[in-house]
């Protein structure tokens, strides 16, 4: 398989991962009846890392669907002609790598947050809030698998994005060596 065909296979693959996570965690709510007439709503609101994990894999599927169409305009090009485009190759890596580290820190975050209102924590006086809202925070745990799973698939472009840039320099080129 050729690698712009793989690259846009795996970019097509963490874009849905990244709009199904951002999806599964903006649209999850659920309602409880505290007491008589008090009602709480639990959304990805009351965490603020759930909230910023929204917001990245956002932008992320965004970047990956711009990607994509740069994948699908450099299949028409020969491989030749792509020699002239080191600088956006640079670009590419750069914003990939970026990318990935971005996603895997807040999905990090967001699961920190998450085990937090799991176990709760007695010293600070916060409560388990999964046991009150089960449905909400096994949701929140899909989400969040799906989030690591779109980060492995951002590795793995990462990957090949920088095989990509690199292997457009060559050994004598880069040392200034002259064939004899």
């Known amino acids: 398989m050729d ?13 849905l991962l990244l709009v199904l996570t951002a999806c599964l965690v903006g649209f999850d709510t659920q309602t409880k009846v505290i007491f008589l007439s008090t009602v709480r709503k639990a959304t990805f609101r009351d965490l603020n890392a759930l ?29 030749n002609q ?3 485009y080191l600088c956006l190759a640079w ?19 967001a699961l920190a947050a998450s085990f937090l209102a799991i176990t709760g924590a007695s010293n600070l006086q916060w409560m388990k809030l999964c046991d009150k809202y089960t449905r909400f925070c096994i949701q929140i745990g899909g989400a969040l698998l799906c989030g690591y799973a779109a980060s492995l698939s951002l590795a793995l472009i990462s990957i090949l994005s920088g095989y990509s840039l690199f292997r457009l320099y060559s050994p004598k080129r880069f040392f200034l060596l002259k064939a004899r």
Request: glycine share 0%; net charge positive.
């Open 3 to 15: 690698i712009v065909k793989m690259e846009a296979l795996l970019r097509l693959s963490s874009t």
């Open 82 to 84: 792509m020699q002239s």
């Open 91 to 109: 670009v590419c890596f750069l914003l990939d790598q970026a990318t990935v580290y971005l996603v895997v820190a807040t999905n990090s975050a």
């Open 51 to 79: 909230m910023a994990l929204v917001c990245i894999d956002s932008v992320a599927a965004a970047y990956n669907l711009l990607q994509l169409l740069r994948c699908f305009v450099s299949c028409s090009f020969k491989a």
